[in-house]
């Protein structure tokens, strides 16, 4: 078992898409650090698993199956969670998903209106839930999985930046909203993670073009950024570290990006 048993920490944290990658990595350490935790995604058989795994006898962690795309799915984790725990520390926004495609192939409903439901629609629902709460509080961390799509949007990767994009939009005003009440909106901004991700993605490439296995993160690099960030709020991470450089370059030299992404991207795909 992974959970640290003697913790006087009774902090609870809810875990969006927990069932997997980033999310489930985040609860183990959460969990493992003495918070109780609530887990919420649609895949409940994992998500029992998990709580089994993780909760002692004091049953710490909840297992709440949920479809973040939908409103009444939200509130009841929320009305869930406060039932079982009492209160809401943090709030860690992962749920998402990718449809890597162009976008003359992506489906209107099923791929572009799911996503953004999901990724960014869902994420300010599951915000607004939580937030009354936390006010009421004066104390509350919500933490939002972006991505280094929230900054550098290329090809075959439209919607899934527009949602990132969203996201970072989002972040950064509520931040400035709500910390008058104390209560604090961080983001992760992640490079490629080695997760189930890229087989939910339907990604259409001949080239075979993706993030290089030395630049891979894992979920459980992800999972200590979110962890460090709850413990010492910050506005952001962005990670790897190296990826600073290239959010600088895509802000100051677009058109050198742009030329480099259509010869070394856009043109070996489509002409060849
Ligand atoms: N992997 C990467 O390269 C990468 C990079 C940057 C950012 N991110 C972001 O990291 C987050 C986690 O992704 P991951 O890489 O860990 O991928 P993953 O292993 O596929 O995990 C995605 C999680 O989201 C949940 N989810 C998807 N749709 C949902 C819905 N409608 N309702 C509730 N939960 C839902 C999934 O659970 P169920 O299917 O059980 O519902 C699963 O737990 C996403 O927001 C993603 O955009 C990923």
Redesign the pocket.
């Known amino acids: 078992m992974f959970r640290v048993a003697e913790s006087d920490n009774d902090e609870v944290a809810i875990v969006?898409?927990?069932?997997?990658?980033?999310?489930e990595a985040t609860a183990r350490l959460f969990a493992r650090h003495g918070y109780r935790v609530v887990l919420?995604?649609?895949?409940k058989e994992?998500l029992e698993a998990l709580a089994q795994e993780l909760s002692g006898a004091d049953q710490q962690v909840l297992a709440t199956p949920?479809?973040?795309?939908k409103l009444e799915d939200i509130q009841r984790v929320v009305a869930e969670s406060l039932k079982r725990f009492g209160r809401i520390d943090v709030l860690v926004n992962?749920?998402?998903?990718?449809r890597l495609s162009w976008l003359e192939q992506l489906d209107p409903v099923t791929d572009i209106q799911a996503l953004l439901q999901?990724?960014l629609i869902?994420l300010i629902w599951m915000t607004q839930a939580v937030l009354p709460h936390m006010i009421e509080r004066r104390k509350g961390h919500i933490i939002n999985?972006a991505?280094?799509a929230s900054y550098i949007a290329t090809p075959t990767y439209s919607i899934y930046a527009a949602s990132k994009f969203g996201v970072r939009g989002f972040t950064d005003a509520l931040r400035r909203e709500a910390s008058i009440y104390g209560v604090k909106v961080s983001a992760v901004y992640?490079?490629?993670?080695a997760?189930?991700?890229g087989q939910?993605a339907r990604i259409q490439r001949k080239t075979g073009a993706t993030t290089p296995d030395w630049l891979k993160l894992s979920?459980e690099d992800v999972a200590k950024a979110i962890f460090r960030l709850a413990r010492r709020p910050r506005r952001q991470v962005v990670l790897p570290w190296l990826m600073h450089f290239a959010i600088g370059l895509n802000a100051f030299l677009p058109g050198a990006v742009d030329y480099a992404v259509q010869k070394l991207f856009v043109e070996p795909e489509k002409l060849k």
Do not use: K, L, W
Not at 190 to 193: A, I, K, L, R, T
């Open positions: 969006t898409g927990a069932s997997s990658g980033i999310g919420a995604a649609r895949r994992r949920a479809d973040i795309s992962n749920a998402g998903f990718g999901v990724n869902g999985v991505s280094m992640p490079g490629g993670v997760t189930e991700f939910h979920a």
